[in-house]
């Protein structure tokens, strides 16, 4: 009889641990899975329409695993660092000086991240209707 509550508290002990593992993957996968367009808040005026974009598809599509592929964060000698990600912040948060008005710059960073990834490995689109697409 000393079986039966043995064997239910393992089958209890064992859902929750299948819980608390299924929750920590959601919340790791949930980071980036909402993304559907490139957005940045320095940006509140803009010349051409927002980019689509699908994060998780596009990152699987382009086979990258790592956050710091285009999330990266420098070190204090000017190289990117691999053990930081700045996948919780908007791009203008560091490459867009605070009071400056001019936009320019940050515009330069978002394109030659992608477009330099994109010539380098010989796919995905360049040109700007391709990425800016009107409705």
Avoid at 29 to 54: G, N, W, Y
Avoid at 81 to 105: A, F, I, V, W, Y
């Amino acid at each position: 009889m000393r079986s039966i509550p043995m064997k239910q508290r393992s089958l209890k002990i064992s859902l929750i641990i299948t819980l608390i593992v299924t929750l920590m993957a959601a919340y790791t996968v949930h980071s980036q899975e909402d993304v559907k367009t490139v957005e940045d808040d320095a940006f509140s005026e803009r010349m051409r329409p927002i980019v689509p974009f699908l994060h998780d598809e596009h990152n699987e599509n382009a086979l990258i695993e790592e956050c710091g592929v285009c999330h990266h964060v420098y070190d204090d000698n000017g190289q990117i660092s691999e053990d930081e990600t700045s996948e919780d912040n908007q791009c203008s948060e560091c490459h867009l000086p605070e009071k400056s008005k001019n936009k320019t710059e940050l515009i330069k960073y978002y394109h030659n991240r992608c477009k330099n990834c994109h010539q380098q490995r010989n796919a995905g689109p360049v040109m700007c209707a391709e990425c800016h697409v009107k409705k």
